[in-house]
Structures are given as structure tokens and as C-alpha cells.
């Protein structure tokens, strides 16, 4: 017995009369009120949004970091000052 491949495809799901992609696109485009995401994949999205929006957030209210602010004076101590 072969085993069936896993697919995240909605066309197995749906009786149509052949199968075939063309006929379920033909469906799905007659019938756009039973062709709907998941309510968990809505719920995952939704979370996702929430998380991204709360990070950036977060980043905004940061304060900025001092990277390059006084190069010239850093410079001189890791040299040793003088040669």
C-alpha cells in the first residue's frame, strides 16, 4: 500500500467532478463563500501581527545607542596614545 502524501491543499478536501486543478480554480471561483482560511490559521496570523507590532514598539521607544559617538577619543586609547 502506498502511502498518501501530506498537502496542505484545500482540493482534497472538495468533491468536484474530476479533480482536476482546473476544475477546483472553476469552483473555487464560483463559490467564494465556502473557500475561507482556517480559524487557526487566522488565529496565527493575528498573533504574528500582534507580536511584530509589539516588537516594533519596543524598538522605537528605546533609547538610541551611543555606537559612534566619540570614535576619535576611543581610537586614541586602543592605540596607547602615543607611538
Known amino acids: 500500500m502506498t502511502r498518501r502524501k501530506k498537502t496542505k491543499s484545500l482540493a482534497d478536501k472538495v468533491t468536484i467532478r474530476t479533480g482536476k486543478r482546473k476544475d477546483y480554480r472553476r469552483w473555487r471561483h464560483d463559490n467564494p463563500d465556502e473557500v475561507a482560511p482556517s480559524r487557526r ?16 514598539r519596543q524598538r522605537q521607544s528605546a533609547p538610541p545607542l551611543p555606537l559612534h559617538a566619540s570614535k576619535t577619543d576611543s581610537d586614541a586609547s586602543k592605540n596607547g596614545g602615543s607611538d
Open 41 to 56: 490559521y487566522v488565529d496565527k496570523k493575528t498573533q504574528q501581527r500582534k507580536l511584530q507590532a509589539e516588537r516594533k
